[in-house]
């Protein structure tokens, strides 16, 4: 079994900057990509930046320039820097990881933490 574990969600005014984190534990051989998604109340849930095992990133075109995603393989974690956050990124932010365990590949996700930009 495999799980996800986020942090550094929270308030944080407009123009500020956030951490969040995500670490992965369980049966892992090897995790292919992770990433972060967002879901806004009565928006659909969308992609906002993904890393390869190889550290190859894409982001939505909305965070590019603002957003950084990164990756620590040896502890199974990535990390989203957020800088310059509008009210718009308020969202709920949920880890997302490929991961490959002895049974065969799973698709993971997180629980979800909540990102707050007042205005």
């Known amino acids: 079994q495999v799980q996800l574990v986020e942090s550094g969600g929270g308030l944080v005014q407009a123009g500020g900057s956030l951490r969040l984190s995500c670490a992965a534990s369980?049966?892992?051989?090897?995790?292919?990509?992770m990433a972060w998604y967002r879901q806004a109340p009565g928006k659909e849930r969308e992609l906002v930046a993904r890393?390869?095992?190889?550290?190859?990133?894409n982001y939505a075109d909305s965070v590019k320039g603002r957003f950084a995603i990164s990756r620590d393989n040896a502890k199974n974690t990535v990390y989203l820097q957020m800088n310059s956050l509008k009210p718009e990124d308020t969202a709920v932010y949920y880890c997302?990881?490929?991961?490959?365990?002895?049974?065969?590949?799973?698709?993971?996700w997180g629980q979800g933490t909540l990102v707050t930009v007042s205005s």
């Open positions: 997302n990881a490929e991961v490959v365990t002895a049974p065969g590949d799973l698709v993971v």
């Open positions: 369980g049966s892992i051989l090897s995790i292919l990509v």
């Open positions: 890393i390869t095992s190889r550290g190859s990133t």
